[in-house]
């Protein structure tokens, strides 16, 4: 049987979506196949890359990939973490549910690079405490 598809969705696929996606697969421990996207990619944050690294999980290897490169594939859930993806992230039609969660977006916290690790800190644990829920609801609708 395959695994129950997640997709999340963020403007620029650099920071709330990537980390979204470590969490995710993190808690899901290979029970979900978890992808992320951007509307307007943008490469992935090195911040996001070293918040993440600090709890041990490594995002280094994700790229920034456009939603349209999952188009008309097949997802179980389909999660915008971001009102401006939510509002332009296409129709999934083959996606059995959508989730809205948006969260602060690090990526604008200034160029002191102090206050942005603490910014990225912040919403990186927010993004995870919110993993743990989504994961345990996705894997109860498999």
């Known amino acids: 049987m395959p695994l129950p598809r997640v997709l999340v969705v ?6 709330r979506s990537q980390m979204a996606e470590g969490w995710i697969r993190h808690f899901g421990q290979g029970r979900l196949e978890v992808r992320s996207a951007g509307t307007h990619p943008k ?16 995002i280094s290897g994700h790229t920034s990939d456009p939603v349209s490169a999952y ?16 509002e332009a992230c296409p129709v999934f039609p083959n996606a059995d549910r959508r989730v809205h969660r948006a969260f602060t977006d690090p990526d604008v916290a200034g160029t002191d690079p102090e206050a942005v ?26």
């Open 10 to 15: 963020c403007t620029g696929n650099r920071a």
């Open 117 to 142: 690790r603490t910014v990225f800190r912040a919403v990186c644990a927010e993004i995870g405490e919110w993993a743990i829920e989504f994961v345990e609801e996705a894997l109860s609708l498999a």
């Open 43 to 58: 490469g992935v944050h090195p911040m996001a890359v070293e918040a993440m690294a600090e709890h041990g999980i490594d």
């Open 71 to 86: 188009e008309g594939q097949r997802f179980d859930v389909v999660v915008t973490v971001c009102d401006a993806a939510n």
